[in-house]
């Protein structure tokens, strides 16, 4: 089965941006503003990437299924028709 690697990249990059927006938020906005003991910014901190990051996992998972390779071959198809009316276009 072919993998969309891609995707899968993509997915991972936007999961990690994603922790790492909730996080810098997190401490710049809460932290900061509120008296939160080091233990439990451990924990909620743990908890943020424990979550994005079994999200991020399933996406991937999805990702390189089956379906993620029959997508792959329409968005292929796609990319040799749009080349062929650049062509056609730049012909003209």
Known sequence: MKQNSMAAN?????????????LGWI?????????IDPAMQRRLRQQILDQVNALKD?????VKSETAVI???WVEKLDEIHQELRQLNGAA
Request: glycine share 4%; charged share 30%; net charge negative.
């Open 10 to 22: 993509l997915v991972a990059t936007r999961g990690n941006r994603c922790s790492a927006a909730i």
């Open 27 to 35: 401490e710049e906005n809460v932290y900061k503003e509120y008296e």
């Open 71 to 73: 997508n792959e071959v």
């Open 58 to 62: 399933l996406s991937i998972d999805i």
